[in-house]
């Protein structure tokens, strides 16, 4: 049984670093991530007063969790040690900051309809801009399709959440990803797993307080 963790231990939990994604190259791990959560309760995690995400970059080998620290509009940004920073449109990742190989913008109007309902027969198209290993700016396009729905209960930090688990499959002569978002029936997106770029591969997320 695990016990409350002491606000310093969580202030110190949300401070970590994501090692190793500073530049490039960026280094690869054969074990899973490391998991920031693991000296963390749900009890804890409500006295802090403001929403926390999780986040992993599996082929990194590394996790942290995150505090939103912008609004934009629709775009809420979410960073920590003021060095790494997420950014997400109705859960969907928009743009990364500070991972080397970051996402510098993408196209989301397909997305956000796909993830509403929509399901075009010819599909969609979505836009990335990447960070090349000269740092500059290159752009790829995908034709994105509505994978497989699905209704689920999943649990996070003992919390059970009522979701549709929704693929979208995107692909491109140079590669494809599919991204899964699991969301509830007001529209959070509790959980996700979305590509971000070939030298770093897929974000997962899980949004612990709301």
């Not at 959560?37 to 006295?47: K, N, S, V």
């Not at 080397?100 to 198209?125: F, I």
Request: glycine share 10%; net charge positive.
């Amino acid at each position: 049984m695990r016990h409350p963790a002491p606000k310093a231990a969580i202030a110190a939990a949300l401070s970590l670093a994501l090692a190793g994604c500073s530049s490039l190259p960026l280094p690869r791990s054969a074990g899973p991530a490391p998991d920031a959560r693991a000296q963390l309760t749900r009890a804890a995690l409500q006295e802090q007063g403001h929403p926390v995400m999780y986040v992993a970059l599996p082929a990194m080998g590394t996790s942290a969790l995150l505090a939103p620290s912008g609004r934009n509009g629709d775009v809420t940004t979410w960073s920590q040690a003021n060095t790494v920073s997420l950014s997400f449109e109705a859960g969907i990742l928009t743009a990364t900051r500070g991972l080397g190989a970051d996402m510098m913008s993408a196209e989301l109007s397909g997305t956000r309809a796909m993830l509403n309902g929509a399901s075009p027969e010819r599909g969609y198209p979505r836009h990335i801009g990447y960070l090349d290993g000269e740092y500059r700016q290159r752009f790829r396009g995908y034709l994105c399709k509505p994978g497989t729905r699905a209704n689920e209960t999943i649990t996070i930090m003992d919390q059970p959440h009522r979701v549709t688990r929704i693929e979208e499959r995107c692909t491109s002569p140079e590669g494809g990803f599919t991204n899964v978002y699991w969301r509830g029936a007001n529209g959070t997106t509790w959980k996700s797993r979305q590509w971000i770029s070939p030298e770093i591969g897929y974000l997962e997320t899980e949004l612990l307080v709301r």
